[in-house]
């Protein structure tokens, strides 16, 4: 069958009517741009420059080239977002799906594609593998997903690299070699070379693949016994967690999962807790004993597993009143100038008489939102002083974990 035949029969492509693609220059993605372009699919190309390398800016030219050769729009977005801290690779990867979400929505665009192939699948199974993955890092990654609130595609995950290489040969078209492809500093390079004699014992990129394909089954049969779990036993108490006690006799993964997710939410982080410290969670809290776990107490309670924020994790977090507090919880109130958010700590406590009447435990108050003039206690919502001040908790971070309970 013609590439062409196989990508437009790949999942997903269907229902879009307006395609970004994401395109770098590389092989992968400029396959896709051909491909995409010979398909008759409306589509719109986007480059990011991220400044990091002098080539960069000629390469997003070249890239400019081609689409206009095509009649494909393209656009091409500079990334100056760097601060000399932290992980390049890392920043720069959410800088442009970040750059290219919102490119996309001003575009009026309804997904992006990616040019992640079959080899890119094999490659990150081998990597996780080697770091001792559960079923989620070593699952093969989705050809849809919803991320930055934009439909992320992946129509080549079925093709392999060497295949999108020999289209563009018969094609007459170019692509650009990036030289960090080579420098063995990177994971993925080493794997790679690495793969050449797993081939000869029947662990070629095609097999690594299917078993990564496979895992990516198991994980959305997980999913979705979580999603049954949480609808059964979860509750929200203002922005503590509550887990009925059946929860702890639940299979183990499940179990995890369900954590994961709740702690991830109460916390307002980016990532759930890592697997060996929820492990190490789980084990002690069917033992009978609490635990403190990526920012969060976990307590066991006549009312089931209660999991709230802990205060040290919040003390010194402060916030304007009209801004978000520790990433996830909305004030409203009288305001007055110079008015903050911290947490309500012991010393705030004292001056909440009736905290006890509002049935939360007093380690989750410590933690609860609060506002400050200066030293002088305003208000505390959630600890019966709420001096027309409202705090509502909200999924401004994971709301993965709202979703699983609304089914
Ligand atoms: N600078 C770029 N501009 C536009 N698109 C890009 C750029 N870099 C990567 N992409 C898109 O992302 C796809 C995957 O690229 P690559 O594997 O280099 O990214 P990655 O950093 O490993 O990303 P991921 O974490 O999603 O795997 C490319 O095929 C292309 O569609």
New binding site residues.
């Given amino acids: 069958m013609p590439l062409v035949q196989r990508f437009l029969n790949g999942p997903g492509l269907g229902d879009v009517r307006a395609l970004g ?6 092989g ?2 400029m396959a ?1 741009l051909h491909l995409a372009a010979e398909a008759g699919i409306a589509a719109r ?6 400044g990091l390398r002098p080539e ?1 800016a000629a ?2 030219a070249e ?1 400019a080239r081609v689409c206009a050769g095509l009649g494909v729009p393209h656009d091409t ?1 500079r990334w100056q977002g760097w601060d000399g801290r932290g992980n390049l ?1 890392d920043q ?2 959410r800088a ?2 970040g750059l ?1 979400a919102d490119w996309a929505r001003a575009a009026g665009l309804d997904a ?6 079959r080899d ?1 699948v094999a490659e ?1 199974f081998l990597m996780r593998l080697a770091r001792g993955a559960g079923v989620d890092g070593l699952a093969a ?1 989705q050809a849809r997903r919803r991320h930055e609130g934009m439909l ?1 595609l ?1 129509p ?1 995950l079925r093709f392999s690299r060497h295949d999108l290489r020999e289209d563009l040969r018969r094609r007459g078209a170019g692509w650009i070699e ?1 030289p960090s492809n080579e420098n063995p500093a990177f994971d ?1 390079v080493r794997i790679r070379k690495a793969m050449a004699g797993l081939a000869d014992l029947g662990l070629g990129c095609e097999r690594l693949a299917q078993v990564a394909g496979h895992l990516a089954d198991v994980r959305a049969a997980l999913d979705h016994q979580t999603r049954q779990a949480a609808g059964r036993l979860v509750t929200l108490d203002r922005g503590d967690v509550i887990l009925g006690h059946e929860a702890l006799t639940l299979p183990a993964e499940i179990l995890r999962r369900l954590l994961r997710q709740a702690v991830q939410w109460v916390a307002s982080a980016e990532y759930g807790p890592r697997g060996p410290s929820l492990a190490q969670a789980t084990a002690r809290l069917t033992e009978g004993r609490g635990v403190t776990l990526h920012g969060c107490r976990l307590v066991l309670r006549r009312e089931g597993l209660r999991i709230f924020r802990e205060w040290q994790a919040v003390r010194g977090v402060v916030s304007a009143t009209d801004a978000p507090w520790d990433g996830r919880w909305r004030l409203e109130g009288p305001e007055i100038a110079g008015q903050q958010v911290r947490a309500l700590g012991p010393l705030g406590l004292l001056s909440c008489p009736d905290w006890r009447a509002s049935g939360m435990p007093r380690t989750s108050l410590l933690a609860s939102p609060a506002v400050w003039l200066g030293d002088v206690l305003v208000a505390a919502p959630l600890a019966g002083k709420a001096n027309g001040w409202t705090a509502k908790a909200e999924s401004l971070r994971n709301g993965d974990f709202l979703s699983l309970l609304s089914h």
């Fill in positions: 693609i994401a395109v770098s220059g590389g992968d993605s896709l190309a986007v480059t990011v420059d991220h960069a390469e997003a890239v977005l690779q720069a990867r442009r799906y290219m992006v594609a990616l040019g992640h192939t890119d990150t990654m992320w992946r080549l990036d993925r």
